[in-house]
């Protein structure tokens, strides 16, 4: 079991640039490539200005590509390492000087500062976010410095991917306060149950709605 430090965290989101044709590509069809990257834009920034609102010891925006008018002021921006995602998470942990850290994607629009604010502030050693498609949508560690042994060759991207992250926590003795389970937007179906969940303001669903207005 690792010392479990409290007070607010750093913030990680990992995230691509919203580039049309390599962002959302499970949005298209329906959506043409521009419409998925400008819903993925929209749901990069509602998550971050959710991290702005959440109290933080740092936060970082961890990007494969380049950052846009999209980013606001805030964040520091660092770059992916090469490889799979689980080499990629482990590569955003090591960023972190030290505890606790929490990383988010950006498929979650209808995150809130709230579930982000309690990361910290409790005697845990991790902190669990799972998705509803079988992943995860948050991972913190007050320990960032082992990420490498906990997240590298996990199985990334399929329907057993949180379950596979649970057991490397639990093997490791660690402590988990596990955080709601929340809807990653993939598919059109997604979207649209998820700009339902959206707070007031957000970016994703005025985007979502005005793409449902036009002819197509």
Do not use: N
Not at 15 to 40: I, Q, S
Not at 127 to 139: E, H, I, K, N, R
Request: net charge negative; glycine share 12%; hydrophobic share 45%.
């Amino acid at each position: 079991m690792t010392a479990a430090p409290t007070g607010p965290a750093t913030l990680l989101v990992i995230a691509k640039e919203p580039v049309p044709g390599r962002v959302k590509t499970r949005l298209t069809p329906p959506y043409t490539p521009e419409e998925a990257a400008a819903l993925a834009e929209a749901s990069l920034t509602d998550t971050l200005c959710t991290v702005l609102g959440a109290p933080a010891r740092r936060r970082l925006l961890v990007l494969d590509g380049d950052p846009g008018p999209w980013l606001p002021p805030g964040f520091e921006v660092v770059p992916q390492v090469p490889g799979g995602l689980d080499e990629r998470i482990a590569g955003a942990f090591a960023h972190c000087d030290r505890g606790p850290a929490l990383l988010v994607g950006m498929d979650t629009p209808q995150l809130t500062a709230e579930l982000l604010s309690a990361v910290g502030q409790e005697g845990h050693d991790a902190w669990f976010g799972p998705a509803a498609d079988g992943g995860f949508w948050a991972l913190g560690l007050a320990d960032p410095t082992r990420a490498g042994a906990l997240v590298r060759g996990v199985p990334m991207s399929t329907d057993r991917t949180g379950a596979a992250q649970q057991l490397r926590l639990a093997e490791a003795g660690l402590t988990v306060s596990h955080l709601p389970l929340l809807r990653d937007v993939d598919t059109a179906a997604d979207a649209a149950a998820v700009a339902g969940l959206c707070p007031p303001g957000s970016r994703f669903a005025a985007v979502l709605a005005s793409l449902a207005g036009a002819v197509r």
